[in-house]
């Protein structure tokens, strides 16, 4: 009934006008409704919690003013956009109070819940003391957490700079790659995603996300190991091999850097072939190359089985990039490598205003402490591989789920017209998207096509929500 439903849209979009598609929607709206009747719902798991009144500007007119006074180019979720006023570790609520279950995070930033208490706590206690010092002065909250993130790192990677956001520190990355090494040339891969600047969005391989300008230069592609679409399937050796072909044919020979994601984010939650970090890290080292991990999204235990995404491929880089679950929201990322490689910054001033604000690094310093305390990692694990089962049994149910992938609570679902094309299903993945969310489940949305469901919800999640959020889904495709 949906997918009819949306294939109806598109025809109305092209024939007529904005009255006319207001109309098609009011249809869709009532036949739902009508549909339901009777009809079991899944039911959200109990949680003990009261949000407050909410007496601010309802979602039509702050859609009214952000489309006056904010950038046209970001974009919002959901034909009929809805406004979060309140969260409370893995649940959202809108100005009417009601309750979702939010299983993106944020785009995967809320790592240990929505005004976790003690990481609110941090953050009070920090504003009341001082806001904003920089690194021309001592700090002992920024001191502290650098002491305490490198503890969390594997070999020599001990020396810790402080930046603002995944873009940033890539930026960084890369640019103490081509310092160090003297080397120019990049290899990034295919259906990779590392930031909007200039530079990063060079190493980022998706249309989608490249303005039509000049970036990248110096930046090579490999083929991307996708067990699921690539013609290598899972194995990693051979997808490799055309990374040894880019440093002989596109390069001097000699490169500075190669960036990996280890779970790709935004391309679609894809992971990379098992053993193709190995063999490319050998291959990179070999020319002259830094190992770069983009660990924005797979840090910090979300993949359950290591703190790490790059220890699932048993490697250790030369520099990591971090951001979004390192702060809980907060504006805060890093970039961590060896004391050797750190040393060639100090060739000439570097400064950032805002990297190591003392109340971002508070909320930095909780996270670790959270993370730890309330065993968050293997809460993904356990949450993670119950969540994978569950979704493996629905894929048995429903044809149109072509592949069922990731690790821990970062995942990724992806929906095909059929198994054998593996042809994008857009608008079914569009319509089960929207169905979603009126049945109570906020889900991410990615990969090149918008065909995949990205699952990567605060690490507090439970099994209670895993079973809701997969009964919402089986719901919602099994009206297409």
């Known amino acids: 009934m949906m997918v009819r439903a949306w294939a109806r ?48 500007p309802n979602a039509e007119k702050v859609l009214e003013i952000r489309k006056q006074y904010m950038n046209p180019g970001i974009f919002y979720y959901y034909k009929k956009p809805i406004n979060i006023v309140e969260g409370k570790m893995q649940y959202l609520y809108d100005d009417s109070g009601r309750r979702y279950l939010d299983a993106f995070a944020g785009i995967v930033t809320v790592s240990v819940g929505h005004c976790h208490p003690i990481v609110t706590e941090a953050v009070i206690n920090q504003m009341k003391l001082l806001q904003h010092t920089t690194s021309i002065y001592l700090n002992h909250q920024v001191a502290s957490y650098a002491q305490e ?18 873009s940033e520190a890539n930026d960084m990355a890369l640019m103490m790659a081509r310092a160090y090494t003297g080397n120019y040339n990049v290899i990034s891969l295919r259906n990779a995603y590392h930031g909007m600047s200039p530079d990063t969005m060079g190493l980022t391989a998706h249309s989608t996300w490249k303005q039509n300008i000049p970036h990248g230069f110096g930046i090579l592609h490999a083929l991307n190991p996708d067990p699921y679409r690539g013609k290598f399937g899972n194995d990693g050796k051979e997808y490799a091999s055309d990374v040894q072909d880019l440093i002989q044919t596109a390069s001097s020979g000699q490169i500075a850097g190669f960036f990996a994601e280890t779970i790709q984010g935004v391309g679609g939650a894809v992971p990379l072939a098992e053993g193709y970090l190995k063999e490319a890290y050998r291959m990179v080292r070999e020319a002259g190359g830094l190992c770069i991990a983009d660990e924005v999204q797979t840090g910090f235990g979300r993949t359950g089985s ?16 971090m951001a979004k679950g390192i702060g809980n929201g907060l504006p805060l990322a890093a970039v961590v490598t060896t004391p050797d490689i750190a040393q060639v910054m100090s060739r000439r ?71 054998f094309s593996k042809a994008p299903a857009k608008v079914e993945t569009l319509a089960v998207f929207e169905r979603m969310k009126d049945l109570g489940v906020l889900i991410g949305k990615g990969g090149l096509h918008g065909n995949v469901f990205r699952i990567k919800p605060p690490m507090c999640m439970t ?17 297409l």
């Open 306 to 321: 290591r703190y790490w995404g790059f220890e699932n491929q048993d490697v250790i880089p030369d520099i990591v990039t």
């Open 9 to 56: 849209l598109e025809r109305t979009r092209s024939a007529a006008g904005t009255r006319s598609i207001a109309a098609f929607w009011s249809r869709l709206a009532s036949s739902t409704a009508n549909a339901e009747e009777g009809k079991n719902v899944p039911e959200m798991p109990a949680f003990r919690y009261t949000p407050r009144d909410y007496d601010g």
């Open 349 to 419: 001033l570097h400064f950032n205003t805002f990297g190591g604000n003392p109340v971002s690094c508070a909320a930095g310093r909780a996270v670790l402490k959270v993370i730890d305390d309330e065993a968050l990692q293997e809460n993904s694990f356990l949450v993670g591989n119950h969540l994978l089962s569950k979704l493996y049994s629905l894929k048995k149910k429903h044809e149109i789920i072509g592949d069922v992938r990731g690790r821990g609570l970062m995942l990724g679902v992806e929906l095909v017209k059929d198994r």
């Open 149 to 166: 993130l490198a503890a969390k790192m594997p070999g020599n990677l001990k020396v810790v700079y402080f930046v603002n956001s995944g």
């Open 463 to 479: 099994i209670a929500d895993a079973d809701f959020l997969v009964d919402v889904m089986d719901v919602a495709l099994s009206e």
